[in-house]
């Protein structure tokens, strides 16, 4: 059974940070790449951020481009989004997800849309970030 689970949210003032971790299990971890998407009342989810084990590449929104870090712990089927200099307009529930299997060999997360919420096969429950004011 695949499943993730993200941890990490809470309630953190702006300027703060957090560090929020997805735990995958039920797939080969290096197979897939591994997004970051968010969902504020009201809107749309968006994706943020993705990462591929199996190469290393990353990719994020522009809109959290030198604010948020992206990692795994290929030994923990873990991944990180590490988020930094936090605005009160990021408060959302933030989803991982898992798209593949995929063989793209290099810049698999340059190789697909990985930002749209359609090329994802599995989510997790999500975890609430809020940021105060």
């Known amino acids: 059974e695949v499943q993730l689970v993200e941890s990490g949210g809470g309630l953190v003032q702006a300027g703060g940070s957090l560090r929020l971790s997805c735990a995958a299990s039920?797939?080969?971890?290096?197979?897939?790449?591994i997004g970051w998407f968010r969902q504020a009342p009201g809107k749309e989810r968006e994706g943020v951020s993705c990462?591929?084990?199996?190469?290393?590449?990353?990719y994020y929104a522009d809109s959290v481009k030198g604010r948020f870090t992206i990692s795994s712990d290929n030994a923990k089927n873990t991944v990180y989004l590490q988020m930094n200099s936090l605005k009160p307009e990021v408060t959302a529930v933030y989803y991982c997800?898992?798209?593949?299997?995929?063989?793209?060999?290099?810049?698999?997360?340059?190789?697909?849309?990985?930002?749209?919420?359609?090329?994802?096969?599995?989510w997790g429950q999500g975890t609430q970030v809020t940021v105060s004011s």
């Open positions: 997800a898992a798209a593949g299997p995929l063989f793209y060999g290099v810049g698999v997360c340059i190789s697909f849309n990985v930002l749209s919420i359609y090329e994802y096969d599995y």
């Open positions: 990462i591929s084990s199996s190469d290393g590449s990353t």
């Open positions: 039920g797939f080969t971890f290096d197979d897939y790449a």
